[in-house]
């Protein structure tokens, strides 16, 4: 065989088509001719990366499992996750037992005041006091509307926890938002502001 050469390759193509044989690619007649390179490895793209991954992460595949195995394997995950549900609420009671430890003793032992947050503070007029410890304040809104510019007034109840039975009929007070004390009951009594005439 003649020695291949760019030129000469279509001449080599159109005798192995008379002859019948095979000629080899270009880049194969390149490797012959250059034995002491080794061949470049192909680029790994990021998706056969992704793919890898994932096939390593896949569980390997297995025949048929019978009844009794497969029962035998949830039974080993329940108690593996029942350790761990285990160990995760030991680690919270301890976290409770440190944070009581370090509340002073002269503050009971009960649920907090207010949730996460900054609790809302109001001011209203006391319009019932007729019950113990309980107080009705009237809260005037005053808004305007997002479309029609409109000024909207309008007036919310709040029912709020008077401890001392300090708020009377007509005074102006304030009020603070709280842990929900009876089934509509959210608000405290902060302070007097002023007194009715």
Do not use: F
């Given at each position: 065989?003649?020695?291949?050469?760019?030129?000469?390759?279509?001449?080599?193509?159109?005798?192995?088509?008379?002859?019948?044989?095979?000629?080899?690619?270009?880049?194969?007649?390149?490797?012959?001719?250059?034995?002491?390179?080794?061949?470049?490895?192909?680029?790994?793209?990021?998706?056969?990366?992704?793919?890898?991954?994932?096939?390593?992460?896949?569980?390997?595949?297995?025949?048929?499992?019978?009844?009794?195995?497969?029962?035998?394997?949830?039974?080993?995950?329940?108690?593996?996750?029942?350790?761990?549900?285990?160990?995760?609420?030991?680690?919270l009671k301890e976290r409770r037992s440190a944070t009581r430890t370090?509340?002073?003793?002269?503050?009971?032992?009960?649920?907090?005041?207010?949730?996460?947050?900054?609790?809302?503070?109001?001011?209203?007029?006391?319009?019932?006091?007729?019950?113990?410890?309980?107080?009705?304040?009237?809260?005037?809104?005053?808004?305007?509307?997002?479309?029609?510019?409109?000024?909207?007034?309008?007036?919310?109840?709040?029912y709020a926890h008077d401890e001392a039975n300090n708020a009377n009929?007509?005074?102006?007070?304030?009020?603070?938002?709280?842990?929900?004390?009876?089934?509509?009951?959210?608000?405290?009594?902060?302070?007097?502001?002023?007194?009715?005439?």
């Amino acid at each position: 065989m003649a020695e291949e050469t760019p030129d000469n390759m279509p001449e080599e193509v159109e005798n192995a088509a008379e002859t019948g044989e095979t000629v080899p690619a270009a880049d194969e007649t390149a490797a012959e001719t250059t034995p002491s390179a080794a061949p470049a490895p192909a680029a790994e793209t990021r998706r056969d990366r992704l793919e890898a991954r994932r096939a390593a992460r896949r569980p390997a595949p297995r025949g048929q499992v019978s009844p009794e195995q497969r029962e035998e394997e949830r039974r080993e995950r329940r108690a593996a996750t029942a350790k761990q549900r285990r160990a995760y609420r030991e680690k919270l009671k301890e976290r409770r037992s440190a944070t009581r430890t370090e509340r002073p003793a002269s503050e009971p032992d009960r649920a907090p005041e207010h949730g996460p947050g900054r609790p809302r503070v109001r001011q209203g007029v006391v319009t019932s006091a007729k019950g113990d410890k309980t107080i009705t304040v009237k809260i005037d809104v005053v808004r305007r509307h997002r479309r029609y510019h409109k000024i909207l007034r309008s007036t919310i109840a709040l029912y709020a926890h008077d401890e001392a039975n300090n708020a009377n009929e007509g005074d102006t007070v304030r009020v603070v938002e709280c842990r929900p004390m009876s089934r509509t009951k959210r608000w405290r009594l902060t302070e007097v502001l002023e007194r009715a005439k």
